[in-house]
């Protein structure tokens, strides 16, 4: 447990966000068109440059969803 001296608890890291939804067509070797729908998280950049922030581009993330909408990202 931290003390009420010099060493400050360290405070988490929170921002708000949306999720974002893309759609992409792809054409196929046949000619066939796809329509491909994808979700982004967008992380705003405060919080990515923060030296608490502990992931890194193309890093492999695991998102969990609990019953109650809680969503917790981790690596």
Aim: aromatic letters at 6%.
């Amino acid at each position: 447990m931290y003390q009420a001296s010099n060493i400050a608890a360290p405070i988490a890291l929170k921002r708000t966000t949306r999720l974002l939804e893309t759609r992409l067509k792809i054409k196929g070797k046949r000619g066939k068109v796809t329509e491909c729908q994808r979700f982004l998280i967008h992380i705003p950049s405060a919080m990515a440059g923060d030296s608490q922030f502990s992931f890194k581009p193309g890093q492999e993330l695991v998102i969990t969803v609990d019953p109650k909408g809680k969503i917790v990202v981790s690596s």
